[in-house]
């Protein structure tokens, strides 16, 4: 069965950082871009990053550029989300995703094949 599977969130205070990961099970992460994704209460769901195959490309939304980190690690199948500084308004339910794709060098999301089933992030003091 394919899966993936989120852990890492909770509550923390703004500020802080918490880290999350994805562990894939049922297949390799090798031939897939991964992103988070997140959604908050009354909103659409949101990109916030996205990596390439092999880890050599990365993007994110402007509004969590130069606070969170996407990394990957091919061996141990599994993709994390450093996120520092967190904010009230970072608090929502993050996704991982992965998406089939050929190339080893562009960081493309969009539209994923596989999805986690969330984890709630709470900033709040």
């Known amino acids: 069965q394919l899966q993936l599977v989120e852990s890492g969130g909770g509550l923390v205070q703004p500020g802080g950082s918490l880290r999350l990961s994805c562990a894939a099970s049922?297949?390799?992460?090798?031939?897939?871009?991964i992103g988070w994704f997140r959604q908050a209460p009354g909103k659409e769901r949101e990109g916030v990053s996205c990596?390439?195959?092999?880890?050599?490309?990365?993007n994110y939304a402007a509004s969590v550029k130069g606070r969170f980190t996407i990394s990957r690690d091919n061996a141990n199948n599994t993709v994390y989300l450093q996120m520092n500084s967190l904010k009230p308004e970072d608090t929502a339910i993050y996704y991982c995703?992965?998406?089939?794709?050929?190339?080893?060098?562009?960081?493309?999301?969009?539209?994923?094949?596989?999805w986690g089933q969330g984890i709630q992030v709470t900033v709040s003091s």
């Open positions: 995703a992965a998406k089939k794709v050929i190339t080893t060098i562009q960081a493309m999301c969009v539209q994923p094949d596989y």
């Open positions: 049922g297949f390799t992460l090798d031939y897939y871009a």
């Open positions: 990596i390439s195959r092999r880890g050599g490309s990365t």
